[in-house]
């Protein structure tokens, strides 16, 4: 029956011939054309429609409540592009992870939420951390889906097989375009005025890019010093979750071989000495910055010459 829809909906002739056909249906008809030829100039060139097809006829299914069909769903799964609207998919389910590639790991079977994401990446999390996945997959890649097994793979020929016992929960959700984080104004004008002076985070030190995009949030400035990249936190005041985030950028790009090795630098007007000894330990740089000094303003400290 699923190829008889599917043979259907690729032939609009063979439907017209329906005895139930009507002028309503034909308008109807129209407009599912009209909205699968925008849904299409969404997704890469290469994409295989039919599958996509496929795809969507298991989502109906599943919401109907009908079970028992064998899927085989190979979606790739797009870039992110401003004008993507795919939906945020949160399933929670028991289920054990197993990742292949440059290294192995697995995580037992247990509750676990699973993310899959519109810019493409997929990521396996537990209820002990805040931000942090267990495991995850960064864009661009590919969600295989058979029923019990998810296996997500990318170009690296990495993958991410995740054996599912049991679905408790599943939802999507559209969340459109996402206006970024606006920076407090003197945090804005700090990483302005570091990206024209790149020199006061190091000698040697000149600006590749600002707010370079990562699958996970812009590193704010992109700068190479002695021959590699090093990426730049900047922050007003230095505390231990701006650590934490400049970890996850690291760990993202030195898994880019255009990129890697890149090393660290967290930049701020006052470190706490907490956040201090955790970049230390984790070989990131810091640099405490005189933003008054950088800016060309004369300090307000009383002082003898």
Not at 6 to 18: E, P
Not at 109 to 138: C, E, F, Q, T
Not at 234 to 241: A, F, L, P, T
Request: glycine share 6%; hydrophobic share 40%; charged share 25%.
């Amino acid at each position: 029956m699923t190829d008889q829809a599917i043979r259907l909906a690729s032939d609009t002739g063979a439907l017209q011939k329906l005895p139930a056909w009507s002028g309503v249906v034909d308008q109807e008809w129209q407009a599912r054309t009209d909205a699968l030829v925008a849904y299409r100039k969404q997704l890469p060139p290469d994409t295989d429609v039919d599958r996509v097809l496929e795809s969507l006829l298991q989502r109906s299914d599943q919401a109907s409540g009908v079970r028992g069909t064998r899927w085989k769903t190979r979606l790739p799964i797009a870039p992110n592009r401003p004008d993507t609207l795919s939906p945020v998919r949160l399933v929670i389910a028991r289920c054990q992870v197993d990742y292949v590639g440059r290294l192995t790991a697995h995580l037992p079977m247990a509750p676990r939420l699973l993310l899959v994401k519109a810019d493409g990446s997929v990521s396996i999390h537990a209820d002990d951390r805040a931000y942090k996945p267990l495991n995850w997959m960064s864009p661009p890649c590919w969600l295989e889906e058979e029923p019990g097994v998810w296996t997500v793979r990318n170009k690296a020929d990495e993958s991410l097989v995740i054996t599912i016992d049991e679905v408790l929960h599943e939802s999507s959700h559209t969340l459109g375009v996402d206006p970024g984080l606006v920076k407090d104004g003197v945090e804005a004008h700090l990483q302005e005025l570091l990206a024209a002076h790149p020199d006061v985070l190091g000698e040697g030190f000149t600006l590749v890019r600002r707010e370079y995009m990562t699958a996970i949030g812009p590193v704010d400035l992109l700068c190479r010093a002695a021959g590699k990249h090093v990426a730049v936190e900047i922050k007003r005041r230095g505390d231990i979750d701006g650590v934490e985030q400049l970890t996850r950028y690291l760990e993202l790009m030195n898994r880019d071989p255009l990129l890697a090795p890149v090393g660290g630098v967290f930049a701020a007007q006052q470190i706490k000495p907490q956040a201090r000894t955790l970049a230390e330990d984790r070989a990131i740089r810091c640099v405490v910055v005189d933003y008054d000094a950088l800016r060309g303003a004369k300090s307000d400290d009383l002082r003898l010459f």
